[in-house]
């Protein structure tokens, strides 16, 4: 609905400029026009200009020939008329026949308000009488009764003002009552398109103006229907693919894990044999983690996995993750630190103990995973402002720019298994994302301060809910 109150602001808008625009611009081509004919003060100017060019000159009047050449350019001609007798003491050569040659004063008086005949005519005093300017029939159009009523001209710009604005509104009601259907066609359109985002089905009326918009907007809802249908059964398929490959491989993946573990712990096999039955139950028992991992991506990805919320210290679970992950045998070249900063021991999230403390533990595996040659691993725990965070960095080899950016902006992203043996940023790092997005958090990848690789699960904490969080787990 924001559209189209925009969408009539914006053609009012237009139609205000468009009218005032027309207005000044025929204002000035009139004034143009005006100018260029040289209305009103030309005749006049020239009937003056030749009562003065006129002189007697041995007892007869005599025309200057620049004025007599200039009457003849316009086509005009001239008489005297002597002010006592009212007869015609003077004219040009080329004067018309219906022209008088003598006159009466109610004829004076009628010439000097507009014609002669059908010439219009214009007057000017000079010594021996009245000078009378004539030119071409319909050369001239002449008002020949202007009267004005006073208080007209003193309210005239008020008036104007009045008038201007009745015309606007009047222009507005009428391009209102045109575009009604019109408005009446973009409504619904309108509608339509702000509703096509939300993924429900769309169906605007096929009428009006805009019914070829219509038509579109309801064939573009039936494609995105479409492919959304299409989308969750691949989704669907998918996820029942994922949930039986867990499903089935876990019977045979026990009995290679369980023979594999018999094979190693028998003392009569040679020892590179017995090597390999231990090499074979690692692999098995890598293998069952990423059948898992896959499983609780999925189940995270649609939310079908469960979450029991709980008040969470980030801290206690940090201690309790470098804890377990010392405590299963952790080779040689490899240590943990913890860091909690102050302020973060006292903080709690609410969420699921069990998903957070897998996230931290694939954060640690990732870091051995990555470094072969052994590394140092630090977890740290800080709180800013209403924001906390858990780090995992370590000192090892770090991580290229291209994966990093990859990591960054590639939701899905798994490196290609090229057979060198070379550790995969992949699943284990998704099911992070997947853990802290479901907790509300987001993750963050870049360097560490140590050079290696570091990962961060930031999630929002507020004042009131950790106050109620210890105040309940204080009674």
């Known amino acids: ?83 006592q007798t009212l007869e015609v003491l003077w004219h040009t050569k080329h004067l018309p026949k219906e022209v008088p040659l003598s006159y009466t004063a109610g004829q004076i008086a009628a010439l000097t308000r507009g014609y002669i005949g059908e010439y219009p005519a214009f007057t000017a005093e000079s010594d021996a009488g009245l000078v009378v300017l004539g030119y071409p029939k319909e050369r001239y159009w002449k008002h020949m009764y202007p009267s004005w009523d006073y208080r007209l001209i003193q309210h005239a710009p008020y008036l104007f003002l009045i008038a201007a604005g009745i015309n606007l509104a009047a222009v507005f009601l009428i391009s209102i009552v045109a575009n009604a259907r019109l408005l009446k066609s973009v409504h619904p359109i309108a509608e339509g398109i702000e509703a096509l985002p939300s993924g429900d089905p769309v169906r605007v009326k096929e009428q009006g103006i805009l019914s070829s918009l219509a038509v579109k907007i309801n064939e573009t809802s039936s494609m ?180 990093l950016e990859k990591l960054r902006h590639t939701p899905h992203y798994m490196m290609q298994d090229t057979g060198t043996g070379e550790p995969r940023h992949g699943l284990g790092l998704l099911i992070v994302q997947q853990i802290a997005a479901a907790h509300g958090g987001e993750i963050v990848f870049g360097r560490g301060k140590m050079g290696g690789f570091l990962v961060e699960m930031v999630f929002g904490v507020q004042e009131d809910q950790n106050k109620r969080m210890n105040e309940d787990e204080s009674l």
């Not at 914006?10 to 026009?33: D, E, G, H, K, Y």
């Not at 209305?39 to 002189?55: F, K, M, S, V």
């Not at 699921?352 to 691993?377: Q, S, T």
């Open 1 to 83: 609905m924001n559209g189209m109150a925009k969408l009539i602001r914006r053609c009012i808008a237009v139609l205000s400029f468009s009218t005032l625009l027309l207005l000044a611009l025929n204002m000035l081509l009139l004034m143009a026009v005006s100018a260029r004919l040289n209305a009103n003060a030309g005749p006049w100017t020239t009937a003056e200009e030749t009562a003065r060019a006129l002189r007697q000159e041995g007892g007869r009047f005599v025309l200057s020939k620049a004025q007599a050449a200039q009457l003849l350019e316009e086509d005009a001609w001239a008489v005297l008329i002597d002010s």
């Open 224 to 403: 995105m229907q479409a492919q959304r249908l299409e989308l969750i059964k691949k989704e669907t398929a998918r996820a029942n693919w994922i949930s039986g490959v867990s499903h089935d491989i876990r019977t045979p993946l026990s009995m290679v894990m369980g023979y594999a573990g018999q094979l190693a712990e028998n003392a009569a096999l040679p020892e590179a044999d017995r090597k390999k039955a231990e090499i074979i139950c690692a692999q098995s028992i890598r293998m069952k983690n990423l059948v898992g991992d896959l499983n609780l991506a999925s189940k995270l990805e649609y939310n079908m996995q469960p979450l029991s919320q709980e008040p969470v210290s980030l801290a206690a679970l940090a201690r309790q993750s470098a804890a377990d992950f010392i405590n299963a045998g952790l080779e040689e070249p490899y240590s943990v630190a913890l860091e909690i900063l102050p302020g973060a021991s006292e903080c709690r999230i609410r969420g699921d103990k069990a998903l957070l403390v897998r996230a931290v533990r694939n954060l640690l595996e990732n870091a051995r995973a990555h470094n072969p040659a052994g590394c140092g691993i630090k977890i740290t725990v800080s709180r800013n402002g209403d924001r906390l965070r858990l780090a995992v960095e370590d000192d090892g080899v770090g991580i290229s720019d291209e994966k």
